[in-house]
């Protein structure tokens, strides 16, 4: 089998059937997990902030009534 079948069939199967971890996950997890939530939500609101004209403007396309005929 080549690579690029073997490897998502392995992921899955490593993610479907975990094995016992004995991981420690020490308090500071929960607030570093947190602080990616909120960065992740920030960047997405700031890239929508910038490209908000581009997206209107896409949008109104969808749903403007065009009477050209070409």
Known sequence: MRFWVLA???????????QDA????DP????YVLQMIIA???????AIKM????????ISGLFSRNDRND
């Open 51 to 58: 490209s908000w004209f581009r997206i209107k403007r896409f």
């Open 28 to 31: 500071g997890t929960g607030s």
């Open 22 to 25: 004995h991981a420690y996950l």
């Open 40 to 46: 992740g939500l920030l960047g997405a609101a700031f």
């Open 8 to 18: 998502p069939v392995a992921v899955v199967y490593l993610l479907v059937l975990p």
